[in-house]
């Protein structure tokens, strides 16, 4: 029994911490809100670009051609149609569907406001998205002015999922032209679009009559199975003029993210946010643990007397800065979770908790708390026992 007492290891750092109830709470609010301010900047940030290729991910395509001239989808420029039936001359290209992409004024039918809606137009007989059913639903669009309306778009375009589900007539003005809802569609909207629709070529060019008819923004090609994407995109960039540039679907989804990444302020913005969150958690873990170690002294002197070594002494320290990065990291994560589903039901943007994400900024509060310990272990090693008695 003796011997079980002799190897049992006392909690030193834990009962330091646990000591004095309020500091620990505080320094635990602290690393929350700090855990909490990551979060939310990495998840506006991640999910800004992910919500920027919403509809570009459900493309049913193996590589797409777009003008030179387009910076991104929100400035889209169109090419020649020709260039899409050229391509079909390679022997890997087994289909090809030609789309127009623009933003039109869409009016709410309930509050008669206008707001910008980025329409899609191609051929109801071609294949555009990978979704099953849309072949189905875009049969209604052979009808001239008829539209798929995304149903997950913002409310400010109007109850017209909600009116189509009741079986009612939904009519309304699209560029000053009248349209008919004939079906509903599920994208979700993108950064640079609060919603979507989709209608024919035809109807698109007679909303639009200043795009020529022989021009599109979007070439989707789909290869045969078992080609190589990018040995393609090598030998149509050769063969085809230099007024289209040669894509894989990868490429032109990361081409969108490059252009928010790269081309605005927004990203380094949320990056800041982020980076400032991890500061200010230092700095509270820091005035925590530092007053710890100052308030405990004579305690640790009198250890060292005993003949503890310095280098178990700085492990208490250190195991303080890892009980406080894990317990300030769950109700962070918790309240990540709650934040997120707060903000895809306000906005409808994809900002959701992956565990790169997670795993990421737990890295950081533990680095935050460590780095915050490693400091507040300078005030342990510059005591002297015999200068605190």
Known sequence: MSGFWQ????????????????????????????????????????????ASVTVHRLF?????????????????????????????????????????WN????????????????AL??????????????????????????VLFDQRSRNEFGPIAKWFDEGRIVETELAGKRVRVAGLVSLGPSFGADGNLLTSRETFLDL????????????????RPGADPDAV????????????????????????????????????????GAAMGFVVGCVIV????????????????TLMAMGYRLKTLLGVVAREGIFLAVMGYVPAYAAGQALYALVRSSTKLPVAMDLPRAVLVFSLILTMCMGSAVLAMRRLVDADPAEIF
């Open 7 to 50: 190897r049992r290891r006392i909690p030193l750092a834990w009962l330091l911490l646990s000591r004095q109830p309020l500091r620990l709470l505080v320094a635990l609010a602290g690393i929350c809100f700090a855990g909490i301010l990551m979060f939310m900047q990495l998840g506006f940030r991640d999910g800004l670009f992910d």
């Open 103 to 118: 933003f039109l004024l869409w009016r709410n039918p309930q509050t008669l406001t206008t707001r910008q809606i980025l």
């Open 286 to 301: 820091y005035q925590i643990l530092y007053t710890d170690v100052s308030d405990h002294l004579p305690e640790y002197a």
């Open 121 to 146: 137009g191609f051929e109801p007989g071609d294949s555009l998205f990978t979704d099953p059913e849309l072949a189905a639903k875009a049969k209604a669009l052979t009808s001239r002015g008829r």
């Open 233 to 272: 995109v090598r030998s149509l960039t050769a063969s085809l003029p230099n007024d289209v540039k040669v894509f894989t679907k990868e490429a032109f989804i990361e081409f969108e993210k490059n252009y928010w990444r790269s081309s605005t302020s927004i990203g380094f913005i949320f990056s800041l």
């Open 60 to 100: 049913d395509a193996d590589l797409v051609l777009m003008s030179p001239r387009s910076m991104s989808s929100i400035s889209m420029s169109g090419f020649p149609r020709r260039r899409l039936v050229q391509s079909m001359a390679h022997p890997d290209v087994q289909g090809i569907t030609p789309v127009n």
């Open 208 to 223: 639009l009559p200043s795009n020529p008819p022989g021009s599109i923004e979007i070439g989707l090609l789909r290869l």
